[in-house]
């Protein structure tokens, strides 16, 4: 049986960084997706056969004989209590990291070993050694503030889980193949797909691997989750840089700087705490006629730009980011970078009135700086699987 599983990306409409002290942030799923899909192989005699991770996208696939993971991770290549998931041990962490350059990865793709080491620990706690093969394929591009990473631990952790009848999907969702869980299915896929963050992020806040297992959008504070029902659609454009960066020295370096300045680093994520919360009940507000839409929409803006300035004070900001600041603010439209920031993507608020025209255009003087925009669909659907 082969089972297939999809997870969004996400857009932080405000608080990141922020989070991972403790602030209050704001995130939406978007309608681009991580899948992977799992097959399990017979087990062969004496414990033959092997684990396949084949990513599509990259055109590259890794394999290990079973017997070769059960040689190294010992005990821990046991299946995991499921309902309970464990984090990995530094030790493990290690013997996974060998196993992993055993396929000697080129310079250019060497970020992708954190990748390949989330998978591993997560197949081989959830599955044990059993053999089986793995297809990744993502709408996402890697390693620029959607969300990729936890998309890629969210839907390989349910694939797993749902393997090994832990979870059960629910029936068919609004007449689509694709099936939805119960909320303590969710639950559990969650907290394995956390476990994958932290190795991939270092000091994860959970909060992208809850929006991209919950889907909507949501206020996430340090242990608590709201639901936030949008008044109106939220529109954005999304315009990645294409400058590289990686979540966990990002994250590394605003910690470093709190505490070099414990004191006023506190204001600075106090104060985003400060625009989540007001945020996140001016998106709740329904607005009905044109006017309340503008002023919601002004207020929203206002909230962007000044959490950006809180961003760029906590050292995550880049040039690139501010060329797209200065592109877009010459149509008067307002963005901040989402996610880790230092490169990445940027959000820009697109106003209701705005017109195509005028949306071409700024689009077309972004695509000019080498830049790529999408437009995407915010709050949708959280993790789902289809059955092959
Ligand atoms: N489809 C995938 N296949 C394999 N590894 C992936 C995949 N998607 C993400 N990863 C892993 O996640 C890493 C990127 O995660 P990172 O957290 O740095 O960026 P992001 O998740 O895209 O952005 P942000 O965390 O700011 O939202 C990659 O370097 C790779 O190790
Ligand atoms: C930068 C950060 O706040 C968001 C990354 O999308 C990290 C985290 O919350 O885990
Ligand atoms: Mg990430």
Known sequence: MEVRARAPGKIILAGEHAVVHGSAAVAAAIDLYTHSSLQLHPAGEGGAGEVVVDLRDLDLSFSWPCSRLREALGESCRKAELQAPRPCSSEELASIAKLVELHELPEAKIWLSAGLSACLFLYTSILGCRPGKVVVTSDLPMGAGLGSSAAFSVSLSGALLTAAGAICAEGANCGTEWESFGKDDLELVNLWAFQGEKIIHGKPSGIDNAVSTYGSMIKFKKGGLTNLKSGNPVKMLITDTRVGRNTKALVAGVSERASRHPDTMASVFNAVNSISEELSSIVELAANDEIAITSKEEKLAELMEMNQGLLKCMGVSH??????????????????LTGAGGG????????????????????AELELHGFRCFKVQVGGQGFQLCRG
């Open 344 to 363: 990445g993507c940027v959000l820009t608020l697109i106003p209701n009135i705005l017109s195509n025209l005028v949306l071409e255009k700024v689009t």
């Open 319 to 336: 040039s690139s980011i501010e060329t797209v600041l200065r592109a877009t603010l010459k149509y008067n439209l307002v963005s901040k």
